[in-house]
């Protein structure tokens, strides 16, 4: 009878005086915990229970109104035991942007567990004894001075209300970042050269005053510019580009390396002039061969500057590269064009047109390793028709937080256009990147994390949230970014730890924490978002197919394709893809056995297999007809875009306009072609408006001029303003194609679509017809594609 009172006096005291009277069904723990013994839940393991069914809650509203700052999960509802994990197929894990919007700023330093975590409003507070509980560790802490005032009534902006993110500022007296621009003067025309000056100038006048900025030309040989000091004549000091630019060779020759960086505020009038009077590398080049250009010694020279001059502070390296390295460390081809620059074959069969990738790949991943120690990233700006060894650079762009931003001249538009968009600055003057990142992960004790992919490095750091197996980049709870912007988003993959239902059960609610520092403008700032997930205690099928995200998986699943394609045959990881396919369709699907036709989707996962279809065509992983360089680029890109940016690169947008029916999304088709309407392609990096046959040709007759058919020219004009729109609201800005049907750029419309009609299964159709148009091409269309899947899903 006694302990049947007391569990009533509990059952009452939570549902009616948790918030007010938060002490009493502690105190009732506490009796509890003396009279039963160590069997019974101590205190915070009995608070947190209770607390877990308002967690639920919490979070259902926070998925129900979208936020932006939180991360978005495969699952929103996973298994609590690694038993009914092992068979969920998709990994648990969520595509999260640090820095990626705007949140709550408070202007001191974060109060922190012994376990690493900081207070959050998931934490449980006793106002009384003024102590608050982990919800990762479960530890009981006290309250330092400055939360005397602390009450229900009176709560600090990081535990009042859903405040789940929270960035505390530090303002610090620290030197401003060093911008290293380096130059490739290795130009064929005057025009380029031309278009150079005005890139580089054009860069140059949107960094902020105060930081400091460094000169490096380079071509033959590599030139550090003298920008201090009193002379009437340009100096530079000139290197020789054949060997690595290493920081004793630089302290040898450069006694004084203030000289060479400054403030640009004081000497922007310099730089200004040498950029003005940018002359080609005088080197001469023999006839049929390449010019001598030394891009490694030059990215050398800039990441031994920034040791020198900026140790532990937040800088860019930025090259403006035109052509391939031919000579120096991270040589890519001989000078003579006798000789073929790499490509995927080479790479693979090791064949003479190879025999630099390996070592230029250890000279990358040294330099790499010197650059992210010090918090320095390298971004490259390429401009050229040919390669110009991105590939052999990816990983130490990769691992340093940088970018690539490639056309096909200095002169374009849009590249003008994104480079704007990558110095974009704050409201306060201050660039919006953040310099120098580290991220933490902390979880719970029912989770840990198996790692991270994305443009970041692990940095080895344990603590108990490790988990035992790796995805990507694992074996720490600790990453680093040397630079981030507001489109930088990290893969983070979870593994349950329970190893028994029973033990599992316990709690109904995961906690994480994602605590992001990072330098922009003379402030350290650090980001704390703290999640929570839901457990499934017992196994439920029609919930956990409900739970699912498939665009969050798809995305998830390509970046670990991605990260296993730099160290696995390209064959491997297709198999690999295709059985996790197949593996969760014959899961989650409800089927007769050994009857394709009965299989049955539930909603939540009826786009995933067509995603998986148009991954497998991509560039992404069909390496055909891309060189090497195109192919690092677009992962690069891949690995950093948000879940909305990667499905729409993975499978593209396609819109389409006709005079009788409203504009409207259709199937990425072969079907959708059609001589009487107007498609708008969005690829991510082009956004192409392809006329049907029809209406180019009303369109090359001249209808759109003549006033009767005024119509007409408003209906051509629709999706060109659609498109604008479109590209005026990306980053990096993509190239607007406008093309008529059978044009030589229509193809990239074509290397989408699903050849749901191709020359291999409609012989008997004509080209052209209202079926959609015919593609000459040997894939597997969408259909074909989704009879094998059912097939095997089915028999398994």
Not at 182 to 190: P, R, S
């Amino acid at each position: 009878m006694l302990f049947i009172c007391i569990m009533c006096i509990i059952t009452v005291s939570i549902n009616l005086l948790f918030f007010k009277l938060f002490f009493f069904p502690v105190c009732v723990s506490v009796f509890l915990s003396v009279v039963w013994g160590e069997g019974y839940l101590s205190v915070i393991q009995f608070i947190f229970f209770i607390m877990d069914l308002n967690v639920v809650s919490m979070q259902q509203q926070q998925q129900q109104q979208g936020v932006e700052h939180l991360p978005r999960w495969s699952w929103n509802l996973y298994p609590a035991n690694r038993i009914d994990a092992a068979r969920m197929v998709v990994p648990l894990g969520c595509v999260y942007a640090p820095i990626g919007s705007s949140c709550k700023e408070v202007y001191y330093e974060p109060l922190r567990c012994v376990c690493g975590g900081i207070l959050n409003p998931y934490c449980v507070i006793d106002f009384r004894s003024r102590t608050w509980g982990c919800p990762f560790c479960e530890t009981k802490n006290n309250f330092p001075q400055q939360y005397v005032h602390i009450s229900d009534q009176n709560l600090p902006l990081e535990l009042a209300g859903w405040n789940d993110t929270v960035e505390y500022v530090s303002i610090v007296k620290r030197d401003p970042p060093v911008f290293v621009l380096v130059l490739d003067t290795c130009i064929d025309t005057e025009s380029e050269l031309e278009g150079l000056k005005e890139f580089a100038l054009d860069a140059l006048s949107k960094l902020p005053a105060e930081v400091r900025i460094c000169l490096i030309t380079y071509g033959t040989t590599v030139q550090i510019h003298e920008l201090s000091g009193v002379t009437d004549y340009p100096r530079s000091l000139v290197l020789r580009g054949s060997q690595e630019v290493t920081v004793e060779t630089l302290k040898k020759v450069m006694p004084e390396p203030k000289l060479f960086v400054n403030v640009l505020s004081n000497v922007k009038s310099v730089v200004t002039v040498i950029l003005e009077e940018l002359q080609q590398d005088v080197w001469p080049v023999p006839k049929s061969h390449r010019p001598l250009r030394c891009t490694g010694a030059a990215l050398s020279a800039a990441a031994s500057i920034l040791e020198i001059v900026s140790p532990n502070t937040g800088s860019c390296i930025i090259g403006f590269i035109s052509g391939i390295c031919t000579e120096g460390p991270g040589i890519v081809v001989e000078t003579t064009r006798e000789r073929f620059i790499r490509g995927h074959a080479d790479i693979r069969d090791s064949t003479a047109a190879a025999s630099f990738w390996e070592s230029s790949c250890t000279f990358y991943d040294s330099l790499m390793h010197r650059i992210v120690k010090q918090g320095h990233s390298l971004s490259c700006f390429t401009a050229s028709l040919d390669q110009t060894g991105i590939a052999e650079m990816k990983l130490c762009i990769q691992a340093s937080g940088g970018v690539v931003l490639n056309d096909e001249s200095w002169r374009k538009e849009p590249f003008r256009q994104s480079l704007h968009r990558f110095f974009e600055r704050r409201d306060d003057g201050t660039l919006k990147m953040g310099l120098n990142v580290t991220m933490d992960v902390i979880t719970s004790t029912t989770w840990k994390v198996m790692g991270v992919i994305g443009q970041c490095v692990g940095t080895g750091k344990k603590s108990s949230s490790v988990a035992e197996y790796e995805v990507g980049m694992g074996g720490t709870c600790q990453w680093t970014a040397c630079m981030m912007d507001c489109t930088t988003n990290f893969a983070i993959y979870f593994d349950t730890t329970a190893a028994h239902p029973s033990e599992a059960a316990k709690r109904s609610v995961r906690y994480a924490q994602f605590i992001t520092k990072y330098e922009i403008g003379n402030e350290v700032r650090t980001r704390v978002c703290t999640v929570t997930h839901q457990a499934q205690c017992t196994t439920s099928m029609p919930e956990l197919s409900a739970s699912f995200d498939q665009e969050t998986a798809a995305v998830l699943l390509a970046r670990e394709a991605l990260h296993k394609a730099d160290t696995t045959p390209l064959f491997d990881v297709l198999r690999w893809l295709d059985r996790t396919v197949v593996r969760l369709v014959s899961r989650f699907g409800d089927y007769v056995k050994d009857h394709p036709s009965t299989l049955k989707l539930p909603p939540q996962f009826v786009f995933f297999p067509a995603f998986m279809y148009h991954l497998r065509r991509s560039a992404y992983l069909q390496v055909f007809n891309c060189s090497p360089d195109e192919t690092a680029t677009l992962r690069l890109m891949l690995l950093k875009s948000s879940v909305q940016d990667s499905i729409i690169q993975i499978q593209p947008t396609l819109y389409s306009y006709r005079m009788d029916a409203p504009p409207q999304p259709v199937l990425l088709d072969s079907a959708a072609i059609q001589p009487d309407n107007i498609l708008l392609l969005d690829t991510f990096f082009e956004v192409l408006v392809h006329l049907g046959s029809t209406i180019a040709a009303w369109r090359r007759a001249g209808y759109a001029e003549l006033e009767e058919y005024a119509y007409f020219k408003e209906f051509l004009q629709v999706p060109v303003a659609d498109a604008e729109i479109l590209v005026a609201g990306r980053y990096p800005t993509p190239r607007f194609i406008y093309v008529c049907q059978d044009d030589p750029d229509a193809r990239i419309l074509y290397n989408r679509i699903n050849p749901s009609r191709s020359y291999g299964g409609e012989n008997d159709q004509k080209y052209g017809t209202n079926e959609g148009e015919l593609v000459y091409t040997d894939d597997a269309s969408l259909g074909v594609f989704m009879e094998h899947l059912k097939k095997l899903a089915v028999s398994q």
